[in-house]
T-cell receptor
Framework: DVKVTQSSRYLVKRTGEKVFLECVQD?????MFWYRQDPGLGLRLIYF???????EKGDIPEGYSVSREKKERFSLILESASTNQTSMYLC??????????????FGSGTRLTVV | GESVGLHLPTLSVQEGDNSIINCAYS??????FIWYKQESGKGPQFIID?????DKRQGQRVTVLLNKTVKHLSLQIAATQPGDSAVYFC???????????FGQGTILTVHP
């Protein structure tokens, strides 16, 4: 069964800490995405990557950065965590070719709380 | 700006009823639409999709309708079951990278 695995389900961090959220996929997908999910706002795209070492800003990149050193791994970095970054973070991946739906697989999410 | 939104944030139905979840979109250039289901503690899962050159597509117990004139998308679930209880999201795509824009979500609750 194909998988997108996020390293932590729940995370509690202090304001100002540097936070790493890890995502690994085993489907050899080219494209990977980081979304955050907040009540009433749906899923909003933070960053995406269409190849190793490539990255593109999404709709809300401020306060975040990403790293894609290997095809299967896409990391989201909160340089200095703030309370307004408390959220559910979802990673997803898809193939570059073909329909987004067939290759668009989500991880189970990481619920991050910044105190 | 471009957005995809939902008319109703919650929907409660009885088991066996048909459910209709609605979605409005504003980007007339969108050419591909998807419905996702998200159960508690899980990531969104694909349900059904439709291209902008179609107005209806059917799956198993689900039907998606697209009205491009009024930029409206709906998901119909036949004979709704308790296992259908979840949050449902519509999403639109217009890029080759599979970048999706999501609506706010509708909570569907099915009562036995």
């Amino acid at each position: 069964d194909v998988k997108v695995t996020q390293s932590s389900r729940y995370l509690v961090k202090r304001t100002g800490e540097k936070v790493f959220l890890e995502c690994v996929q085993d489907m050899d997908h080219e494209n990977m995405f980081w979304y955050r999910q907040d009540p009433g706002l749906g899923l909003r795209l933070i960053y995406f990557s269409y190849d190793v070492k490539m990255k593109e800003k999404g709709d809300i990149p401020e306060g975040y950065s990403v790293s894609r050193e290997k095809k299967e791994r896409f990391s989201l970095i909160l340089e200095s965590a703030s309370t307004n970054q408390t959220s559910m973070y979802l990673c997803a991946s898809t193939t570059r070719q073909g329909e987004p739906s067939y290759g668009y697989t989500f991880g189970s999410g990481t619920r991050l709380t910044v105190v | 700006g471009e957005s995809v939104g939902l008319h109703l944030p919650t929907l409660s139905v009885q088991e066996g009823d048909n459910s209709i979840i609605n979605c409005a979109y504003s980007n007339s250039a969108s050419d591909y639409f998807i419905w996702y289901k998200q159960e508690s503690g899980k990531g969104p899962q694909f349900i059904i999709d439709i291209r902008s050159n179609m107005d209806k597509r059917q799956g198993q117990r689900v039907t998606v309708l697209l009205n491009k004139t009024v930029k409206h998308l709906s998901l119909q679930i036949a004979a709704t079951q308790p296992g259908d209880s979840a949050v449902y999201f519509c999403a639109e795509s217009g890029t080759s990278y599979g970048k999706l824009t999501f609506g706010q979500g509708t909570i569907l609750t099915v009562h036995p």
